[in-house]
């Protein structure tokens, strides 16, 4: 398994401000994932953190609102740009250590923007 | 991209009841997982399941990949198993997971 620590795990902030969460691993991992949980509802990939390279993000969400950062094999930083309140949900960390295996999660990060 | 399907959507069940909740997808899949997240927001891995039936306690899953479905079954429920249980699949490798919508579940006591 891994140990995966998120920071904040959770904050409150104003509209128009940017927030940068940090997801550690306690070990290498090969492949990284944030994702979002708006209130209510199902998780949802924002995108996949490649070391060395800019994300690969899903449809619906660009680099100039969620620009991600993952400069070594355990450790990315998501940054929530420009919020409004929509973009008040759980923010999560997830690693795969090898391919064909589990994914595990970080304990995630409430944003709630005011 | 592929679809996750979870039925039921909510239940609610007396304490010591069983329970059997489906995830249905809707394309061939390399990874299904099975997770609970609890009061807190915590996402606890339960299966790892693309394909056959694992036990763990009093739950158990089944995967039938050819069919497109996967069945959670909790025995014995104790008030502790309350929260949501989310299904997701991938087609494994660099892919992130697809989640179901979850089926939300409640033990009275």
């Known amino acids: 398994s891994a140990v995966i620590s998120q920071k904040p795990s959770r904050d409150i902030c104003q509209r128009g401000t940017s927030l940068t969460i940090q997801c550690q691993v306690d070990?290498?991992?090969?492949?990284m994932f944030w994702y979002r949980q708006q209130p209510g509802q199902s998780l949802t990939l924002i995108a996949t953190?490649?070391?060395?390279?800019?994300?690969?993000?899903e449809s619906g969400f660009v680099i100039d609102k969620f620009p991600i950062s993952r400069p070594n094999l355990t450790f990315s930083t998501l940054t929530v740009s420009n919020m409004s309140p929509e973009d008040s949900s759980i923010y999560l960390c997830s690693v795969v250590l090898k391919q064909w295996t589990e994914a595990f999660f970080g304990q995630g990060t409430r944003l709630t923007v005011v | 991209g592929i679809q996750v399907e979870q039925s039921p959507p909510d239940l609610i069940l007396q304490e010591g009841a069983n329970s059997t909740l489906r995830c249905n997808f809707s394309?061939?899949?390399?990874?299904l997982q099975w997770f609970h997240q609890n009061p807190w927001g915590q996402l606890i891995n339960l299966f790892y399941?693309?394909?056959g039936t694992k036990q763990n306690g009093r739950l158990s899953a089944t995967t039938v990949a050819t069919e497109r479905y996967s069945l959670l079954y909790i025995s014995s429920s104790q008030t502790t198993d309350s929260g949501v249980y989310f299904c997701a699949v991938g087609g494994g490798g660099a892919d992130g997971l697809t989640f179901g919508k979850g089926t939300h579940l409640i033990i009275q006591p």
């Open positions: 394309d061939s899949v390399n990874n």
């Open positions: 070990s290498q991992v090969t492949m």
């Open positions: 953190a490649n070391q060395g390279s800019e994300a690969t993000y």
């Open positions: 399941i693309p394909s």
